[in-house]
Structure formats: structure tokens, C-alpha cells
């Protein structure tokens, strides 16, 4: 485990096209951008053997739950399921069925789409805007709260929330945008990113 904060990119970015297997579907469908929505989107990458994801996997399910009416929730993990095979889909599947969760979890076989975004660690939040048209725009990237495994801080999704609490009343990019901290992306031997050191 290598402890791993989120890499900066750059608010208003757009969420690219994608498409890949929606683990927490019935018969493995796929899962693309064109499925998205008139909601804004919160977009994660976890896994399911993190402990800084287990760490806050209630208040994943709490957060998701709280803001459905506006806000969609997807997850992706992305990571190496050769190095990892505690993250093959099926355990993710497991993990989602675990937890209750009813929301798209994605595998990112290539790893692509994880690069696109800069993801560098599990968990890895982004709040994206629906724009219309099927444009998101990255509207909040950083940290669910100030919570760690071992700071003795409340799990409350507040840097979260309060993002999205400004994002639904059209307000300004929130300014306070702190990385997110958690284990490496586990990628691919020879396929790492450019940032990954």
C-alpha cells in the first residue's frame, strides 16, 4: 500500500465518453455515458479491498442515499486485477451487494478512463455538473471529509456535501477543494501514468 493523494485536474474539465461493464447489473451489461441522466453526477474510484475505502463505505451508501434526487453516484475501480484479484469483478459485485448499493459500479479493464481523469488512489472523488447535452463539467474534486483511518475525525461526507449543497444552488466552484488520500491505483506492471511514481 502506498498512501496516494488525488492528482489536481483542472475544474471544468468534461467528463469524456465511456463505456464498460457495470459490475453491480444482473447480466454484466455495459455501462456508458450515454445512460447518464438529467442529474448531476458524483463519480468515484474505489475497489474492494482498500481500507481507506472500507473506512467509508457506510457513509458512501449514507451520501448516495441523501443526495438521489440530484446528484447520480457511480463507482469505478480501475484497479490491476492480475496483481489484485481481490478487485475482479465479481468482487465488486459482492462488495456492492454487500453494502446495499444500488448505483452503477464500473470495472475499467484498460485503465483508460481512470488516465483520462487523473485518478490516483481509492477513494478518488468528482463532483461533475450537468451542463445539458450530455456535457459534465468538473464542478469539485477532493477529499469526502477530513476523516482519516487513524485521525479520530467523524466520517460526515461534509466537504462533500457541501459541494454539493453549492452546486445545487448554482453557486460558484467551491474554493476548499483538498485531496482526497487513500491507497495507490494498482496499475498495470509497465502501464503506469506519467504521475504515477
Same mark, same amino acid.
Given at each position: 500500500?502506498?498512501?496516494?493523494k488525488?492528482?489536481?485536474?483542472?475544474?471544468?474539465f468534461?467528463?469524456p465518453?465511456?463505456?464498460m461493464?457495470n459490475?453491480?447489473?444482473?447480466?454484466?451489461?455495459?455501462?456508458?455515458?450515454?445512460?447518464?441522466?438529467?442529474r448531476?453526477?458524483?463519480l468515484?474510484f474505489?475497489?474492494?479491498?482498500?481500507?481507506?475505502?472500507?473506512?467509508?463505505?457506510?457513509?458512501?451508501s449514507?451520501?448516495?442515499?441523501?443526495?438521489?434526487?440530484s446528484?447520480q453516484?457511480?463507482?469505478?475501480?480501475?484497479n490491476?486485477?492480475?496483481?489484485?484479484? &481481490?478487485?475482479?469483478?465479481?468482487?465488486?459485485?459482492? +462488495?456492492a451487494?454487500? $453494502?446495499?448499493? #444500488?448505483? %452503477?459500479?464500473?470495472?475499467?479493464?484498460?485503465?483508460?478512463?481512470?488516465?483520462?481523469?487523473?485518478?490516483?488512489?481509492t477513494p478518488?472523488?468528482?463532483?461533475f455538473?450537468?451542463?445539458?447535452?450530455g456535457?459534465?463539467?468538473l464542478?469539485?474534486?477532493?477529499?469526502l471529509?477530513?476523516?482519516?483511518?487513524?485521525?479520530?475525525?467523524?466520517? &460526515?461526507?461534509?466537504?462533500?456535501?457541501?459541494?454539493? +449543497?453549492?452546486?445545487? $444552488?448554482?453557486d #460558484?466552484? %467551491?474554493?476548499?477543494?483538498?485531496?482526497?488520500?487513500?491507497?495507490?491505483?494498482k496499475?498495470?506492471?509497465g502501464?503506469?501514468?506519467?504521475w504515477?511514481?
Amino acid at each position: 500500500m502506498v498512501r496516494t493523494k488525488s492528482m489536481l485536474l483542472e475544474l471544468g474539465f468534461q467528463l469524456p465518453n465511456f463505456e464498460m461493464l457495470n459490475t453491480n447489473s444482473y447480466n454484466n451489461e455495459k455501462f456508458n455515458s450515454d445512460s447518464l441522466d438529467n442529474r448531476h453526477l458524483l463519480l468515484m474510484f474505489i475497489c474492494a479491498h482498500c481500507p481507506f475505502v472500507k473506512y467509508v463505505e457506510n457513509q458512501i451508501s449514507t451520501l448516495s442515499k441523501d443526495i438521489e434526487t440530484s446528484v447520480q453516484t457511480i463507482a469505478i475501480s480501475s484497479n490491476d486485477i492480475y496483481t489484485h484479484p &481481490s478487485d475482479s469483478p465479481a468482487n465488486l459485485k459482492k +462488495q456492492a451487494q454487500l $453494502q446495499g448499493w #444500488s448505483f %452503477p459500479y464500473l470495472y475499467d479493464a484498460n485503465q483508460n478512463f481512470a488516465k483520462a481523469l487523473k485518478a490516483a488512489c481509492t477513494p478518488d472523488f468528482y463532483l461533475f455538473s450537468n451542463k445539458g447535452n450530455g456535457k459534465f463539467v468538473l464542478y469539485y474534486h477532493g477529499q469526502l471529509d477530513g476523516s482519516r483511518p487513524s485521525n479520530n475525525v467523524p466520517i &460526515s461526507g461534509e466537504d462533500m456535501r457541501v459541494a454539493i +449543497q453549492n452546486l445545487n $444552488q448554482d453557486d #460558484s466552484y %467551491p474554493s476548499n477543494q483538498i485531496s482526497s488520500l487513500g491507497c495507490n491505483i494498482k496499475w498495470t506492471p509497465g502501464k503506469e501514468p506519467s504521475w504515477f511514481k
